[in-house]
């Protein structure tokens, strides 16, 4: 030990305690998916707190000089079965009866599961130093280290700090309208049982409404079951805030929700209120499962296989090379299946995985915020079936179940899905996202990250060319832009069992009448051909402006490839929204094709003999002694479109755009409105520019700049992203993701250029790189989602690996043997090479 003590001795003041503030990674390698549970443990530096696997300390070493390391090693406790083990080996656990994690009483997040060792580690020799050691060296050394050590055990990991470990969905709070809640002195009597709802006559997921006794029912659940939205609709006509749900009255309380508070809430006053329309709280009883109840069901539901395997087949765990599962981090299935189909494509793999080892040694000092760092690393953990083994089950017992569970080791991407989603308002939660809305997002970065060498997005990228007809002066305009996926649309009206749909519709509205339940609906069959025929037929546009009749004026427009991509992803518009602008998803099977020839919709550019529309611009709304002010818009109406998801900037387009004429009109804007590439994009007034030097200079947040910046960016676009959005930092980040080809050809900076580089900037940037070839496909992956909205359900893929098709769910991969192509809802495709 005098050794150690003397190395401890010479590198002391490299040794640091963690301070607020300080980043600790001490559940994962920034190389690999190492943790303190893999064979050789985790050693995390003591002077940066970033860790590393066995395999790549010695890396860091070299790198930097740093000889200290906290080891840590965790090896999972034995587990006794008990009274309450169902026999099967898995160790018992009781079933929750809180909406909790981490809790007594919640869901088990298996704490207290693992034995821990920490020591230290002196590097290059790996000399070992354990808390017993530290007792016979000096003073100044035993307090260093130990302070150390202790700092950093006690310290939270990053990756601990990026998610809820203790959280308690019961706390309720005081409801700020119950104190001087208004009732009505209507005479309205609730009897104690019988109750239906006084539009539909539903007889369950019941609410009353605390100021006027109204019973209604409830909202529409993401599977389409629950109520009608009743109970809402009578918020939204009268204001009266607060509902009680029938049926879980007891002495102890109920369920209260107030719906200008939008969430559950205590009512101090219940007793008081409920006496008003003559329910007695103290002689109820409960008929019906609270929301909390509800919700627990729905959370336990969620990680069974059975739920989401192929009906009816026993499906065979799969092992090895590109064969990893991926653990779901909460609500993160939806990048998990994306990120498995894109590491599939061979430009990806060649990027990232073939180059790791140049990825990582010429990364920065702290590669868990490099990029390219955290994609290699992500792409090398699925590709090479280092983490495809089954994961270990202490109750499992190989002599009486010898055949191995389906789960898999599988990775935790969770330094890769703080990374990407750091800044944007969506991806850094845990909530659950749409799967093409991250695709997009995903290739944006990567394209940020490649503005200059091999770009694996190219795969994907292809011209779109859109062909506009005057239908007064029968002259055509070209244009073309840049896309990476192609939107399905689903022509409900050309289902094959049309006949059926609308008997079953029938059938409905009787039962809805009688006050029974709907019988099942079927599901709509659409002819894929169909869905072609609808993305490629003419688009009329009613208000177009031609510069030809100088003009407003009827036109058409079509929609064809000007390059195919070497893969083309499809997504199937599924999502849509009702008669009452509810989201709901089409319950649709189409006959998606394994082979896929689009060569009859490559553009042919302009016609022999086909006249141009002259490139003369529109007159302009406003003269320019006028001043522009700030219009004034329906705060209700924007309200209105951004609680069903809509980014504010496109409300309050859609607002303006439609003259505050209404709900209705708005919201046909926006779904007419939808693909446009500006559609986030902030409001800007006709005779305003958005171009730079235009807009006054204000003073920006030095902290927003520096998130912005970290992000990638330069210091000059974070800038105007910010001064484009009032300083906030949320729609700064939406803004330029949306705005990226635009920066490229901004100023660098704003002092301006020479007039040397001033003459360049005058010449037309060069187009995008895209690659072209034959319009023949063959289908290789497709991604499934199930439940009623993007926001919510559960997110699987099928990879087609030689020839065979496999799933992949979360830590589950296993061989397919029925894949459901008809139910897909984004399509892979490879180009069929002649």
């Not at 009859?600 to 709304?621: H, M």
């Not at 980040?733 to 949306?738: M, Q």
Request: contains cysteine.
């Amino acid at each position: 030990m005098a050794k150690a003590s003397e190395v401890l001795m010479s590198v002391l003041s490299t040794i640091r305690v963690p301070r607020a503030g300080d980043r600790v990674h001490k559940d994962e390698c920034a190389f690999s998916f190492s943790s303190p549970e893999s064979e050789g443990g985790l050693y995390v530096c003591m002077n940066t707190f970033l860790g590393f696997g066995s395999q790549y300390v010695d890396r860091h070493y070299s790198r930097t000089g740093q000889r200290a390391y906290l080891h840590i090693t965790r090896t999972r406790k034995a587990q006794k079965e008990d009274d309450n083990s169902s026999g099967s080996g898995d160790p018992p656990k009781k079933k929750p009866t809180r909406l909790a994690i981490g809790i007594e009483g919640g869901f088990d997040v298996e704490q207290d599961q693992y034995e821990e060792e920490v020591k230290v580690v002196l590097l290059p020799d790996r000399q070992e130093v354990t808390s017993e050691d530290l007792a016979s060296m000096p003073e100044v050394v035993r307090e260093r280290v130990s302070q150390s050590m202790a700092g950093l055990m006690s310290a939270d990991s990053v990756s601990h700090a990026l998610q809820v470990q203790q959280w308690d969905g019961e706390v309720r709070l005081e409801s700020r309208h119950a104190a001087d809640l208004k009732q009505l002195d209507n005479g309205i009597k609730i009897p104690p049982s019988g109750w239906k709802c006084e539009v539909c006559d539903l007889q369950e997921n019941l609410w009353m409404n605390l100021s006027d006794g109204k019973v209604l029912c409830g909202r529409r659940y993401f599977d389409g079951s629950g109520g009608n939205n009743h109970a809402l609709l009578h918020f939204q006509q009268t204001g009266y805030p607060l509902a009680v749900k029938l049926g879980t009255i007891t002495p102890d309380g109920a369920d209260v929700y107030s719906y200008e508070e939008d969430d559950m809430v205590l009512d101090a006053k219940l007793p008081e209120h409920l006496s008003h329309f003559g329910i007695n709280m103290m002689t109820m009883e409960k008929t019906e499962r609270t929301m909390t109840e509800l919700e627990i069901a729905v959370n336990q539901r969620v990680g069974e296989w059975e739920v989401i395997q192929e009906s009816g087949a026993t499906l065979q765990p799969l092992w090895g090379p590109g064969l990893t599962g991926m653990k779901n981090l909460g609500n993160s299935c939806y990048l998990n299946s994306v990120m498995q189909v894109l590491f599939t494509v061979p430009d990806f793999q060649s990027k990232y995985v073939s180059k790791i080892e140049k990825i990582f040694s010429e990364g920065p000092s702290d590669p868990t915020q490099d990029f390219k760092t955290q994609v290699a690393k992500l792409g090398y953990g699925l590709l090479s079936g280092e983490y495809s083994k089954p994961a270990p089950d202490p109750g499992d017992d190989p002599t009486v179940n010898p055949e191995p569970r389906g789960d898999q080791v599988g990775i935790a991407p969770r330094m890769f899905k703080a990374l990407v989603g750091r800044g944007h308002p969506e991806f850094s939660t845990s909530r659950q996202q749409d799967a093409q809305e991250f695709l997009l997002h995903f290739i944006n970065m990567v394209e940020r990250n490649c503005r200059s060498g091999e770009n694996p997005t190219e795969a994907f990228r292809f011209l779109v060319e859109e062909r506009i007809v005057c239908q007064q002066s029968h002259k055509a305009k070209y244009t073309q832009r840049v896309d990476y996926i192609v939107q399905l649309p689903v022509p409900m009206d050309q289902a094959t069992n049309l006949e059926e749909i609308q008997e079953a519709e029938r059938r409905r509205e009787e039962a809805e009448s009688a006050g029974a339940p709907p019988p099942p609906a079927p599901r709509a069959r659409i002819p894929f051909t169909a869905c072609l025929a609808a993305l490629s037929e003419p688009e009329t546009l009613t208000d177009f402006w031609s510069s030809a009749v100088q003009a407003k004026t009827t036109a058409s427009k079509t929609t064809r490839f000007a390059s195919f991509p070497d893969h083309l992803v499809i997504q199937v518009k599924k999502f849509t929204f009702g008669l009452d602008w509810v989201p709901k998803k089409l319950d649709v099977s189409i006959d998606v094709p394994d082979t896929l020839d689009l060569s009859a919709l490559r553009g042919t550019g302009q016609q022999p003999g086909e006249e141009l529309l002259p490139e003369v611009a529109p007159p302009s709304l406003v003269t320019p002694d006028v001043e522009v002010k700030a219009p004034v818009l329906d705060d209700s109406t924007v309200s209105q479109l951004c609680e069903m998801g809509f980014p504010l900037e496109a409300c309050r387009k859609a607002v303006y755009y439609t003259g505050n004429t209404g709900i209705d009109a708005a919201m046909n804007w926006v779904m007419g409105h939808m693909d446009d590439p500006d559609f986030s994009a902030p409001l800007v007034l006709p005779g305003c520019s958005s171009a730079p030097g235009t807009t006054p200079a204000e003073p920006v947040s030095e902290e927003h700049l520096a998130t912005i910046v970290s992000m990638g960016f330069s210091r000059d676009h974070a800038t105007r992203a910010l001064r484009a959005t009032s300083n906030v930092l949320e729609r700064a980040v939406d803004w330029i993701f949306s705005h990226l080809d635009d920066l490229e050809s901004m100023e660098v900076s704003e002092g301006g250029r020479s007039a040397g580089e001033s003459e360049k900037s005058k010449e037309a940037p060069p187009g995008p790189r895209v690659r072209d070839g034959p319009g023949k496909y063959e289908l290789f992956a497709f991604i499934s989602h199930m439940g009623a909205s993007t926001m919510c359900g559960h997110y699987v893929c099928h990879i087609k690996k030689d020839q065979q098709w496999v799933i992949f769910n979360d830590q589950k991969v296993c061989a397919s043997e029925k894949p459901p192509k008809d139910l897909g809802y984004l399509y892979f495709y490879r180009r069929v090479t002649e």
